[in-house]
């Protein structure tokens, strides 16, 4: 009668075993091509094709849908959302998994390159809520879009290829950091110190900023961009480093943006392998979370209900009660990460009610802060409903919180979801330094976080 949280490694058959490591071999792969947002719509795009969606803009050109048809839709490039449309109407409701691909990183500022002491560097702006220190002494990689004057889009990489240079952000040496060790975390690097170093050669015959003139010169032979292009570009900076195998074993995987790239993985695995549902199916992959969820790509925004009511449309015509059913009667796991019981800091969590590492996906009743403020908070019967549908799938799951109670905590997009009368419930893998530059997840808890969804997708 008592409870007791299983051990993946130990529950699990060699032929699951063997489906385990084939997902986290291509797991790795898609972390490795979707380091932001638009890189992993592009990824998401792709996979999505391959496996029979279609673009909404072909439907709405057709006029019709139908049962069974899969499709999706773009906004903004920054965020997407795959549907595969079930035998019973929209009224009935939808089956959504919603994740989101944005992660903490650092973005240009609109003005970025300067000069200093014969180092030219770039300007940065923090993006997400991450220990400012944490950015210092890496690799570090380029990503972005910027439109020359001609109105030609040009995408910068920079940084990902074994043979690219990558960028550095300093510390001083602790040699000389008598004063700098008595500062606290939070003061070690300031936001404005956040200025990565790109280069240090001088233009010949330049003698006012010669190395800033070198790098723009760089930036014109290789993409024909000046220095006014960056008012108007858009760049993150993000890790360098590839996803790794952690542990003698190879039990772990190290990446950067595990958060929550983890969750819009496993729940794109499972929404590619769903065929003919009942009710319609959403893979929802937005922007912007780790922000508030705001802006025009974020959860915050009308994407996610204008596509509805266009599919709605398309499928025998909408009205406003019909939509407001649909919304109302939709089922959702708000698919984020929380975190998994680190044993090093066991101060700072709840022995029982903290996920452990390897012991499968994690339903989190409630997450917020200080009193559950700014928390979903789902209910005992789609709790119990979620219950039946992971263990009629056989998927290995667990329940957890984040943290101790005033210790902080966090929230999803769960709580922007049911503002329409959905029903919903956090679920995700549980992470090891949540929100560093490189994150830490069991392989185990990756499989069964996409057996969980699959569950839910073939069984709600």
């Not at 979707?34 to 391959?50: D, F, H, Y």
């Not at 650092?106 to 560097?121: C, V």
């Not at 770039?122 to 004057?149: C, D, E, Q, S």
Request: overall charge negative.
């Amino acid at each position: 009668m008592e409870y007791k949280r299983k051990n993946v490694w130990l529950n699990i058959d060699q032929a699951k075993k063997d489906e385990l490591e084939s997902l986290s071999t291509d797991y790795m792969d898609f972390m490795n091509k979707s380091k932001t947002e638009r890189l992993a719509v592009k990824e998401i795009v792709r996979r999505a094709e391959e496996a029979g969606f279609r673009n909404i803009d072909e439907a709405l050109d057709e006029g019709k849908l139908e049962a069974g048809d899969k499709v999706y839709a773009i906004n903004r490039q920054k965020a997407v959302a795959l549907f595969v449309i079930g035998s019973e109407d929209f009224e009935a409701g939808m089956n959504i998994v919603g994740s989101h691909l944005d992660s903490p990183r650092l973005d240009l500022k609109p003005i970025p390159l300067y000069e200093s002491k014969n180092i030219a560097y770039l300007k940065t702006h923090y993006y997400g809520g991450i220990k400012k220190y944490h950015w210092i002494n890496i690799p570090l990689a380029l990503h972005g879009v910027v439109y020359n004057k001609d109105g030609e889009k040009i995408e910068v990489s920079i940084g990902e290829a074994t043979d690219e240079p990558v960028f550095f952000i300093s510390e001083l040496l602790v040699h000389l950091s008598k004063d700098l060790n008595q500062k606290k975390a939070a003061e070690v690097i300031e936001g404005e110190q956040l200025n990565i170093m790109v280069g240090s050669i001088p233009l010949e015959d330049e003698k006012d900023n010669p190395v800033k003139k070198n790098i723009l010169q760089i930036l014109n032979d290789k993409y024909k961009i000046e220095e006014e292009d960056f008012l108007t570009a858009e760049f993150e900076v993000v890790p360098a480093d590839k996803a790794r195998l952690v542990g003698l074993d190879s039990s772990m995987i190290m990446a950067y943006g595990h958060d929550d790239k983890v969750c819009a993985y496993t729940s794109l695995r499972a929404i590619l392998e769903s065929e003919n549902p009942r009710k319609t199916l959403v893979g929802l992959f937005v922007d912007k979370e780790e922000i508030g969820s705001v802006g025009a790509t974020g959860m915050s925004s009308q994407f996610f209900e204008n596509t509805v009511v266009e599919l709605m449309n398309l499928a025998g015509g909408v009205n406003l009660v019909s939509f407001k059913r649909a919304m109302k009667n939709s089922k959702v796991l708000s698919a984020d990460v929380t975190l998994a019981e680190d044993p090093n800091f066991l101060e700072a969590t709840e022995e029982n009610n903290t996920a452990k590492l390897g012991h499968g996906v994690c339903l989190t009743k409630y997450t917020g802060a200080r009193g559950k403020g700014g928390s979903n908070d789902a209910d005992a019967e789609f709790l119990q409903e979620v219950r039946l549908a992971f263990d009629k799938g056989e998927a290995i799951w667990q329940t957890g919180e984040l943290g101790r109670i005033d210790q902080g905590g966090g929230g999803t997009i769960a709580y922007i979801l049911a503002e329409y009368g959905m029903q919903v419930v956090d679920c995700g893998t549980p992470v090891i330094s949540m929100h560093a530059p490189l994150e830490l997840v069991s392989k185990a808890d990756v499989y069964e976080t996409y057996r969980a969804y699959k569950s839910f997708y073939e069984n709600i």
